[in-house]
């Protein structure tokens, strides 16, 4: 079983950064590939960046390309989402997810571990 804790949301004006921590138990995070997802009221769930777990990112969603950067540290369990420029649309919860597998995964039915998620809300 892994459990995931993310932190670091909060309330920033647009054109703002935030770095959002995902915090992970178990021994065997270093084999795993992570994923963040987010979450807008009455939407669906939106694939952002995967990263696996030697560090080869997959690819990022247009939206936040060149914005948003992922990253790991596997000595900590934890994985980064630096997100700077940020825009009002960017408002949303945020998750992150463990996929017990090797190769990259970008759809949210191939993610084994999600944690509660953190709130970004993005002001005007």
């Known amino acids: 079983q892994v459990q995931l804790v993310e932190s670091g949301g909060g309330l920033v004006q647009a054109g703002g950064s935030l770095r959002l921590s995902c915090a992970a138990s178990?021994?065997?995070?270093?084999?795993?590939?992570m994923g963040w997802f987010r979450q807008a009221p009455g939407k669906e769930r939106e694939f952002l960046t995967a990263?696996?777990?030697?560090?080869?990112?997959?690819y990022y969603t247009d939206s936040v390309k060149g914005r948003f950067t992922i990253s790991r540290d596997n000595t900590k369990n934890t994985v980064y989402l630096q997100m700077n420029s940020l825009k009002p649309d960017d408002t949303a919860v945020y998750y992150c997810?463990?996929?017990?597998?090797?190769?990259?995964?970008?759809?949210?039915?191939?993610?084994?571990?999600w944690g509660q998620g953190t709130q970004v809300t993005v002001s005007s």
């Open positions: 997810g463990a996929a017990v597998t090797s190769t990259p995964r970008t759809v949210r039915g191939e993610y084994d571990y």
């Open positions: 178990g021994r065997t995070f270093g084999t795993y590939t």
């Open positions: 990263i696996t777990w030697n560090g080869i990112v997959t």
